[in-house]
């Protein structure tokens, strides 16, 4: 009886509860107790957590993953909820709506480069990848992201060390007798340090004991793998909520890519195989590419010859040692040109950073300079197919052949129909400037705007082409226009059209080549002169078209060189006029 009136909780005269009829004290002296034990608990696990963190490396890898993958998480959301919202708002006009992209343009763009520099590694790099891409992407982002081509935290001291250790298995400073900790320069996977070799170190190929050392950054073999999944998820996550996103061949250029890129080794290998292909026009002093020499590679070490110099892009380096910059960007197309016309082992990374200018060592060169071209860690080696299709394409864009560029837009990996767009993506011309063979014309506002795809209508059109291009020829597209970008910085004179001469002209002999060797075997395998008479008649035509065309084109070269000489001796002659004018007013009194 006396449980059931307890458990009902029968009340008092004063109508106070029996539960609650005795002292509140036991019940504060429990909740003191219940919240002792809960923050004694999380004190203990906090501690055993940083404990097991501090003694466990696998656990501090654990711990930086996700954090990692939070940021990159939280970033790519924001950047797609921010666009999300501002397409589903309404605009009053249509130059509000242009307006209100733009922002948002430079809102995400400011954004993904904060966080992309907190990051670091392979994020940088995707940073680099998206602000080459100029001939498709606004310049709200182009822009603000080309921060990250020379601006990278660099790895400490400490890390260095502890990796030169592990990798080359003795300490530095048995191998180096002197070592500038301040690097040279610092890329998103590497950082370079001048350095001078001890003596016991020296190779027969290292000229001298100064040295520039290439170190990766430690923790991208950390982090890579995980790196890259979390951008996969992102990008992904990205084109479930824009179906017409269409930058997922960026992430398949990455995978593929940044293994390569990775491995020091293989870009030794790669250095040495340029060095081999200009052997022939280095003996006959043809070219003004230099090289540096490799002394020792490790997958993540590279140390190599030390070469001082200026950025590509310095002109008052250039003005200083009386160097043209027209003429530079000539050599530089003439370089590429053979790298991808007749060599097909093409440098896919040649943005200003990557090629040095400096005064000319070799005494009997006819260049005033050397171009010397860093960071061959990605290169692309071409069929004898796609190099000689590619040639045929870029002859038929020279010249405004539409049946021509058609055909072999197709045969390099172009979706039927979309030639004029793929035409213009190469050039960075509108179709109606290509058509009429007008390549050399300066382009507009409009015209660039229209080609990067900030035009209504342009862009899913663009996305669609790059999504069905292979992978070797977006790489090719990326270095074109790396190309044409330090041409029209690089060219002062107001002949444009020497840098598509240049191209026309290793075209025109990659072509020759390729119906030389198609051609002959098939003449001297025919039964008579009858049945070859057609085949003879096809490679005569070759030849006089090579001839022709290789002539014309060295006229003009000669031509163009000669104006462009007469007009600096002119504009001597008119600054010495003035000069002498001025001296002579200052010497001559007011008034007389």
Same mark, same amino acid.
């Given at each position: 009886?006396?449980?059931?009136?307890?458990?009902?909780?029968?009340?008092?005269?004063?109508?106070?509860?029996? /539960?609650?009829?005795?002292?509140?004290?036991?019940?504060?002296?429990?909740?003191?107790?219940?919240?002792?034990?809960?923050?004694?608990?999380?004190?203990?696990?906090?501690?055993?957590?940083?404990?097991?963190?501090?003694?466990?490396?696998?656990?501090?890898?654990?711990?930086?993953?996700?954090?990692?993958?939070?940021?990159? *998480?939280?970033?790519?959301?924001?950047?797609?909820?921010?666009?999300?919202?501002?397409?589903?708002?309404?605009?009053?006009?249509?130059?509000?709506?242009?307006?209100?992209?733009?922002?948002?343009?430079? /809102?995400?763009?400011?954004? !993904?480069?904060?966080?992309?520099?907190?990051?670091?590694?392979?994020?940088?790099?995707?940073?680099?990848?998206?602000?080459?891409m100029t001939y498709i992407l606004p310049a709200e982002w182009t822009t603000t992201l080309s921060a990250l081509q020379d601006r990278c935290d660099p790895t400490s001291a400490e890390?260095?060390?502890?990796?030169?250790?592990?990798?080359?298995?003795?300490?530095?400073?048995?191998?180096?007798?002197?070592?500038?900790?301040?690097?040279?320069?610092?890329?998103?996977?590497?950082?370079?340090?001048?350095?001078?070799?001890?003596?016991?170190?020296?190779?027969?190929?290292?000229?001298?004991?100064?040295?520039?050392?290439?170190?990766?950054?430690? $923790?991208?073999?950390?982090?890579?793998?995980?790196?890259?999944?979390?951008?996969?998820?992102?990008?992904?996550?990205?084109?479930?909520?824009?179906?017409?996103?269409?930058?997922?061949?960026?992430?398949?250029?990455? #995978?593929?890519?940044?293994?390569?890129?990775?491995?020091?080794?293989?870009?030794?290998?790669?250095?040495?195989? &340029? %060095?081999?292909?200009? =052997?022939?026009?280095?003996?006959?002093?043809?070219?003004?590419?230099?090289?540096?020499?490799?002394?020792?590679?490790?997958? $993540? @070490?590279?140390?190599?010859?030390?070469?001082?110099?200026?950025?590509?892009?310095?002109?008052?380096?250039?003005?200083?040692?009386?160097?043209?910059?027209? %003429?530079?960007?000539?050599?530089?197309?003439?370089?590429?040109?053979?790298?991808?016309?007749?060599?097909?082992?093409?440098?896919?990374?040649?943005?200003?950073?990557? !090629?040095? +200018?400096?005064?000319?060592?070799?005494?009997?060169?006819?260049?005033?300079?050397?171009?010397?071209?860093?960071?061959?860690?990605?290169? $692309? *080696?071409?069929?004898?197919?796609?190099?000689?299709?590619?040639?045929? &394409?870029?002859?038929?864009?020279?010249?405004?052949?539409?049946?021509? +560029?058609?055909?072999?837009?197709?045969? !390099?990996?172009?979706?039927?129909?979309?030639?004029?767009?793929?035409?213009?993506?190469? *050039?960075?011309?509108?179709?109606?400037?290509?058509?009429?063979?007008?390549?050399?014309?300066?382009?507009?506002?409009?015209?660039?705007?229209?080609?990067?795809?900030?035009?209504?209508?342009?862009?899913?059109? +663009?996305?669609?082409?790059?999504?069905?291009?292979?992978? @070797?020829?977006?790489?090719?597209?990326?270095?074109?226009?790396?190309?044409?970008?330090?041409?029209? *910085?690089?060219?002062?004179?107001?002949?444009?059209?020497?840098?598509?001469?240049?191209?026309? /002209?290793?075209?025109?002999?990659?072509?020759? #080549?390729?119906?030389k060797e198609n051609l002959l075997p098939r003449i001297k395998q025919s039964p008579s002169w009858i049945s070859s008479w057609s085949l003879i008649k096809d490679l005569?035509?070759?030849?006089?078209?090579?001839?022709?065309? =290789?002539?014309?084109?060295?006229?003009?070269? &000669?031509?163009?060189?000669? $104006?462009?000489?007469?007009?600096?001796?002119?504009?001597?002659?008119?600054?010495?006029?003035?000069?002498?004018?001025?001296?002579?007013?200052?010497?001559?009194?007011?008034?007389?």
């Amino acid at each position: 009886m006396l449980n059931t009136f307890l458990k009902k909780g029968l009340s008092k005269p004063n109508g106070i509860s029996t /539960r609650l009829y005795r002292t509140g004290r036991p019940t504060i002296v429990s909740h003191k107790k219940k919240w002792l034990f809960v923050g004694g608990t999380a004190v203990c696990c906090g501690g055993l957590g940083l404990t097991w963190y501090e003694s466990d490396a696998q656990a501090r890898h654990v711990a930086v993953a996700m954090q990692r993958m939070s940021i990159a *998480t939280k970033i790519g959301v924001s950047v797609a909820l921010d666009y999300k919202l501002t397409q589903s708002k309404n605009y009053d006009s249509d130059e509000e709506k242009t307006k209100a992209k733009q922002a948002c343009d430079l /809102r995400c763009a400011e954004r !993904v480069l904060v966080g992309l520099q907190k990051l670091g590694g392979i994020y940088v790099k995707l940073g680099q990848h998206v602000s080459a891409m100029t001939y498709i992407l606004p310049a709200e982002w182009t822009t603000t992201l080309s921060a990250l081509q020379d601006r990278c935290d660099p790895t400490s001291a400490e890390d260095i060390e502890k990796m030169f250790l592990n990798d080359y298995g003795v300490p530095m400073e048995q191998v180096f007798e002197a070592f500038d900790w301040k690097p040279l320069g610092v890329a998103s996977l590497a950082q370079v340090h001048k350095a001078r070799l001890k003596k016991e170190h020296h190779t027969e190929d290292a000229s001298d004991d100064w040295v520039a050392v290439k170190f990766q950054h430690p $923790r991208l073999d950390e982090f890579c793998k995980i790196d890259l999944k979390t951008v996969t998820l992102i990008i992904h996550t990205i084109k479930r909520i824009f179906p017409d996103f269409g930058f997922e061949w960026i992430l398949q250029e990455m #995978n593929e890519s940044l293994p390569q890129e990775m491995n020091f080794e293989r870009e030794a290998e790669n250095s040495y195989q &340029l %060095q081999k292909n200009f =052997e022939e026009e280095k003996k006959n002093r043809s070219t003004a590419l230099v090289v540096p020499g490799v002394v020792w590679a490790k997958r $993540r @070490i590279l140390v190599m010859e030390f070469i001082e110099g200026a950025r590509v892009d310095d002109f008052e380096f250039m003005e200083k040692h009386g160097i043209d910059p027209s %003429q530079v960007s000539t050599e530089i197309t003439e370089i590429f040109s053979k790298m991808m016309f007749l060599d097909g082992f093409v440098h896919c990374d040649p943005h200003p950073g990557n !090629v040095l +200018i400096r005064p000319a060592k070799d005494p009997k060169s006819k260049f005033k300079f050397d171009v010397v071209l860093l960071d061959h860690g990605l290169y $692309r *080696t071409l069929t004898d197919e796609l190099r000689t299709n590619y040639a045929h &394409l870029w002859t038929s864009l020279i010249r405004g052949d539409e049946e021509g +560029i058609r055909e072999y837009s197709l045969r !390099v990996g172009c979706r039927p129909e979309s030639h004029r767009l793929f035409a213009s993506l190469l *050039t960075g011309r509108e179709w109606s400037t290509i058509s009429t063979a007008d390549l050399s014309s300066d382009r507009t506002d409009t015209e660039i705007s229209r080609i990067t795809g900030r035009a209504k209508g342009f862009i899913v059109r +663009i996305y669609d082409i790059l999504e069905t291009l292979p992978r @070797i020829v977006l790489l090719l597209l990326k270095t074109s226009d790396l190309l044409r970008g330090l041409d029209e *910085t690089l060219r002062t004179s107001h002949d444009k059209y020497m840098t598509y001469a240049l191209m026309g /002209r290793f075209c025109a002999e990659a072509v020759w #080549n390729d119906a030389k060797e198609n051609l002959l075997p098939r003449i001297k395998q025919s039964p008579s002169w009858i049945s070859s008479w057609s085949l003879i008649k096809d490679l005569v035509r070759a030849w006089w078209e090579y001839q022709s065309l =290789e002539l014309g084109l060295r006229v003009y070269q &000669l031509q163009s060189n000669t $104006r462009e000489k007469w007009q600096l001796l002119w504009d001597r002659g008119q600054k010495k006029h003035h000069s002498i004018d001025n001296s002579l007013d200052t010497k001559i009194p007011l008034g007389i």
